[in-house]
């Protein structure tokens, strides 16, 4: 079955410095990669998926991650945190060309410091 | 604005007392989704619905049950709630099943809390 395994339960990052959360997945065919995020007490909300076309995917508020096969890896960027960033980050895999079902990851906290 | 709405957002049960939580949707999406997300941890899917077809995951419990009266609607219900079930309960929909890439649109939850 493909998993992914998002590295750090907890990041905190100072406001103005680079957010970097890891995510890789386990996979022998590239499949459909997903970054949510969930502020307290709220659902999940998409902020970029990896569907086969560019490696480089932009997201909403200034997110980004790319996809490199090599490293089996999904890692998500920020160039510079904001306060508002502060939430738990969910990389989840789909497998391509079935259901889209979602397995998650156990998430990663990020706390933003001033 | 099209979306995913769940009710209540907080639901207190007794130990053993069936409860129902509900999800519906806007979007016209014709599969929903329920996950369990236990503190801390990563939501599980639990079950979904292709249109009127039901597919239970393999590990979830026979305690859980889902109704799905038409397409904006879907009930998940809880026989006999444990404390273990204690949990945020997420509805998600998405358009299609079949492509992996069709995003999963989530509602805000609904928190249980099980005396």
């Known amino acids: 079955a493909q998993s992914v395994t998002q590295l750090g339960s907890h990041v905190s990052v100072s406001e103005g410095a680079l957010v970097l959360l890891r995510c890789n997945y386990s996979?022998?065919?590239?499949?459909?990669l997903f970054w949510y995020v969930q502020y307290p007490n709220q659902g999940l909300q998409l902020l970029l998926k990896y569907t086969s076309a560019a490696t480089l995917v932009k997201g909403i508020n200034g997110f980004e991650a790319e996809f490199k096969k090599s490293e089996t890896s999904f890692h998500l960027t920020k160039p510079s945190a904001h306060m508002s960033d502060a939430a738990e980050y969910f990389c989840?895999?789909?497998?391509?060309?079935?259901?889209?079902?979602?397995?998650f990851g156990t998430g990663t906290r990020l706390q933003v410091t001033l | 604005d099209a979306m995913v709405i769940q009710n209540p957002r907080y639901q207190v049960t007794q130990f053993g007392k069936p409860v129902t939580l509900s999800c519906s949707q806007t979007?016209?999406?014709?599969?929903m989704y329920w996950y369990q997300q236990k503190s801390s941890q990563a939501p599980k899917l639990l079950f979904h619905y292709y249109d009127k077809d039901f597919n239970n995951e393999a590990d979830t419990p026979d305690n859980f049950q889902s109704r799905r009266p038409n397409t904006s609607f879907c009930f998940l219900d809880i026989r006999s709630p444990g404390l273990g079930d204690a949990a945020m309960y997420l509805c998600?929909?998405?358009?299609?099943?079949?492509?992996?890439?069709?995003?999963?649109?989530f509602g805000p939850g609904t928190r249980l809390t099980v005396l």
């Open positions: 989840a895999v789909s497998p391509t060309g079935t259901a889209s079902k979602l397995t």
């Open positions: 998600a929909t998405s358009r299609a099943l079949g492509k992996g890439t069709d995003t999963q649109y």
């Open positions: 979007l016209n999406h014709n599969v």
């Open positions: 996979s022998s065919v590239p499949p459909y």
